[in-house]
Antibody, heavy 123, light 107 residues
Framework: EVQLVESGGGLVQPGGSLRLSCATS????????IDWFRQAPGKGPEWVGR??????????KYAASVTGRFTISRDDSQSSLWLQMNSLKIEDTAVYYC??????????????WGQGTLVTVSS | DIQLTQSPSFLSASVGDRVTITCRAS??????LAWYQQKPGKAPKLLIY???TLETGVPARFSGSTSGTEFTLTITSLQPEDSATYYC?????????FGGGTKVEIK
């Protein structure tokens, strides 16, 4: 069974840091893209960033709103991924999800998602 | 960035009704579009990918179609469990973007 489980969310002050984890199981981790999304209260989902698969040298991409502040890393031996979030802003408050990506006809679709972890940035 | 304009933002329909949601892309994305269903407090669930391919396990009353830059999600016979918010999403280019969502209410 494919599973993704996020953890590490919590309350942090503006300017602070937080590291989210995404533990996965049930699939070949190194063969898949893993993306981070977030969803602010009452809003739609927003893409945060991507870690490509081993075939694409684990390259990363980020949304403009988090570039330079957030970093994605992964460890295939642990089938896990992390989102290091620095210089947090109030507008980063959201539920953060990790999701598995599968390539189809040149595009990557997110077919399994975790349950999410809440990050609250507030003083 | 590719903008996705989704309509309507809200619809109320009865059980058994045929429901259609539209998503228009600001530029050509071929058939590269996904539809997600999201219920309160839950993660999005993939329904349709590549414009019209039904994800494994999704009921056949859901279907997707494409015409140029306009994409359509159809629910042929609305069921009570279909009450949710539906989002389109394009995977064609970075940044990945979503439509504004359509909240479907059961009358």
């Amino acid at each position: 069974e494919v599973q993704l489980v996020e953890s590490g969310g919590g309350l942090v002050q503006p300017g602070g840091s937080l590291r989210l984890s995404c533990a996965t199981s049930g699939f070949s981790f190194s063969d898949h893209y893993i993306d981070w999304f977030r969803q602010a209260p009452g809003k739609g989902p927003e893409w945060v960033g991507r870690s490509s698969s081993k075939a694409y040298s684990y390259s990363t991409k980020y949304a403009a709103s988090v570039t330079g502040r957030f970093t994605i890393s992964r460890d295939d031996s642990q089938s896990s991924l992390w989102l290091q979030m620095n210089s947090l802003k109030i507008e980063d408050t959201a539920v953060y999800y990790c999701a598995r990506g599968v390539a189809v006809a040149g595009a990557v679709y997110l077919d399994f998602w975790g349950q999410g972890t809440l990050v609250t940035v507030s003083s | 960035d590719i903008q996705l304009t989704q309509s309507p933002s809200f619809l109320s329909a009865s059980v058994g009704d045929r429901v259609t949601i539209t998503c228009r892309a600001s530029q050509g994305i071929s058939t590269s579009l996904a539809w997600y269903q999201q219920k309160p407090g839950k993660a999005p669930k993939l329904l349709i990918y590549a414009g019209s391919t039904l994800e494994t396990g999704v009921p056949a009353r859901f279907s997707g179609s494409t015409s140029g830059t306009e994409f359509t999600l159809t629910i042929t016979s609305l069921q009570p469990e279909d009450s949710a918010t539906y989002y389109c999403q394009q995977p064609k280019s970075y940044p990945l973007t979503f439509g504004g969502g359509t909240k479907v209410e059961i009358k």
